[in-house]
């Protein structure tokens, strides 16, 4: 809460260049508003500290989370689009689709920015924008939550997280009139519904082909791993047969789909 403290660019390329040192392969962004970010000292912003940490020895993937829709610029797709270790994935909380509603949650730029934003981050290839939604916010209609769906099922995000309204202390939302609780648990059970139906189909789009995957840990003889598309804890894993190397990235071919995992098998020796 508050107003927000960003770390130095020198503080970021430090505990970088150090993750790095230790082994890490991935290095993920994170802030109330990453898009937001800019040097205390040198007013360096968000697209030039990206094209710094690419240039980072060691890491592999580069993943940017918490981006308002607001804020993705022209600069920033071209970064991400020229930066070979930044992932083409992106996380962009859009909250909700109806403007009313969005207007209600204190959310600059509307619907209109939204939109805006997802036509550019769909000029760079192979992009994965993920989202996060709420349903059940005081005063939402029965319309509004079907134009998020229907915005849900045009948008195909590559991966939604769906959260249903709990009103905090302290905002002005709690002094709205809310939803019945039944009413807010229905919407968030249709809604996700809705989205595992996008990421299974998304999914079995994936089949039969290779790509490269990140090895998280094993279980027993069963490697978890993931794709560019998916953060840790948050997103999806897959399932690859056989004790692999953590850390290691390995290619895999994708053989079976599910919403949440992919089964697939190695085609290659781990490097």
Same mark, same amino acid.
């Given at each position: 809460?508050?107003?927000?403290?960003?770390?130095?660019?020198?503080?970021?390329?430090?505990?970088?260049?150090?993750?790095?040192?230790?082994?890490?392969?991935?290095?993920?962004?994170?802030?109330?508003?990453?898009?937001?970010?800019?040097?205390?000292?040198?007013?360096?912003?968000?697209?030039?500290?990206?094209?710094?940490?690419?240039?980072?020895?060691?890491?592999?993937?580069?993943?940017?989370?918490?981006?308002?829709?607001?804020?993705?610029?022209?600069?920033?797709?071209?970064?991400?689009?020229?930066?070979?270790?930044?992932?083409?994935?992106?996380?962009?909380?859009?909250?909700?689709?109806?403007?009313?509603?969005?207007?209600?949650?204190?959310?600059?730029?509307?619907?209109?920015?939204?939109?805006?934003?997802?036509?550019?981050?769909?000029?760079?290839?192979?992009?994965?924008?993920?989202?996060?939604?709420?349903?059940?916010?005081? %005063?939402?209609?029965? @319309?509004?939550? =079907?134009? *998020?769906?229907?915005?849900?099922?045009?948008? /195909? &995000?590559? $991966?939604?997280?769906?959260?249903?309204?709990?009103?905090?202390? %302290?905002?002005?939302? @709690?002094?709205? =009139?809310? *939803?019945?609780?039944?009413?807010?648990?229905? /919407? &968030?059970? $249709?809604?996700?519904?809705?989205?595992?139906?996008?990421?299974?189909?998304?999914?079995?789009?994936?089949?039969?082909?290779?790509?490269?995957?990140?090895?998280?840990?094993?279980?027993?003889?069963?490697?978890?791993?993931?794709?560019?598309?998916?953060?840790?804890?948050?997103?999806?894993?897959?399932?690859?047969?056989?004790?692999?190397?953590?850390?290691?990235?390995?290619?895999?071919?994708?053989?079976?789909?599910?919403?949440?995992?992919?089964?697939?098998?190695?085609?290659?020796?781990?490097?």
């Amino acid at each position: 809460r508050g107003k927000h403290r960003p770390k130095t660019a020198e503080q970021i390329l430090a505990e970088a260049s150090a993750l790095a040192a230790l082994g890490v392969k991935e290095l993920i962004l994170i802030a109330q508003d990453t898009t937001a970010w800019q040097c205390p000292k040198t007013r360096m912003r968000l697209p030039s500290l990206l094209e710094k940490l690419d240039a980072v020895d060691g890491l592999r993937w580069i993943r940017l989370m918490y981006a308002h829709p607001a804020r993705i610029t022209n600069r920033l797709v071209s970064t991400m689009r020229s930066c070979r270790k930044i992932v083409p994935y992106i996380d962009v909380p859009i909250q909700h689709i109806s403007d009313r509603v969005l207007s209600r949650m204190g959310r600059m730029g509307g619907k209109k920015a939204v939109v805006k934003a997802i036509e550019l981050l769909k000029t760079i290839p192979q992009i994965c924008i993920r989202t996060t939604v709420m349903v059940g916010f005081p %005063g939402e209609t029965e @319309a509004e939550f =079907e134009e *998020l769906i229907d915005f849900l099922r045009e948008a /195909r &995000f590559c $991966r939604v997280g769906v959260f249903a309204y709990s009103a905090e202390d %302290g905002t002005e939302a @709690a002094k709205l =009139e809310r *939803l019945s609780k039944d009413a807010v648990r229905q /919407r &968030f059970t $249709r809604i996700r519904r809705v989205v595992s139906a996008l990421t299974l189909s998304l999914h079995r789009k994936l089949l039969g082909k290779k790509e490269k995957v990140l090895v998280d840990w094993v279980e027993k003889d069963v490697s978890v791993c993931r794709t560019y598309r998916d953060a840790p804890e948050v997103d999806g894993v897959v399932y690859v047969l056989g004790k692999l190397k953590v850390g290691g990235f390995v290619e895999v071919r994708f053989d079976d789909a599910r919403s949440g995992s992919i089964i697939a098998h190695p085609v290659e020796r781990q490097r």
